[in-house]
């Protein structure tokens, strides 16, 4: 059974800047596409960013292309969100999410439906 952590999250103002960290266990991480996902009361899990189990590909939602990175290392179990140039919109819980394992090195996925493993969620803020 894997088992996600985030940390990380926090207040910040308008223009700045946050790394979230993901941290698995229980499980062969380096199989695993992994995302970031946000949600804010009364909405959907949004898809924010993804990478594939070797991190040569990654996807980002158009909201935060340009102003968020994804990484991983998996030596480390982990996978981190940069999120720079923060804007108020942005503020929601951010989860994070592991596929179950994959056949192909640079396979990744956008639906929350379709990742098997979630984090309990670290909440953003970001003021104006």
């Known amino acids: 059974q894997v088992q996600l952590v985030e940390s990380g999250g926090g207040l910040v103002q308008a223009g700045g800047s946050l790394r979230l960290s993901c941290a698995a266990s229980?499980?062969?991480?380096?199989?695993?596409?992994m995302g970031w996902f946000r949600q804010t009361p009364g909405k959907e899990r949004e898809f924010v960013a993804v990478?594939?189990?070797?991190?040569?590909?990654?996807l980002y939602a158009d909201s935060v292309k340009g102003r968020f990175t994804i990484s991983r290392e998996n030596a480390k179990n982990t996978v981190y969100l940069q999120m720079d140039s923060l804007k108020p919109e942005d503020t929601a819980v951010y989860y994070c999410?592991?596929?179950?394992?994959?056949?192909?090195?640079?396979?990744?996925?956008?639906?929350?439906?379709?990742?098997?493993?979630w984090g309990p969620g670290t909440q953003v803020t970001v003021s104006s």
């Open positions: 999410a592991a596929s179950s394992p994959l056949p192909s090195r640079t396979a990744v996925l956008t639906t929350a439906s379709r990742f098997a493993y």
């Open positions: 229980g499980g062969t991480f380096s199989y695993y596409a």
């Open positions: 990478t594939s189990w070797s991190g040569s590909t990654t």
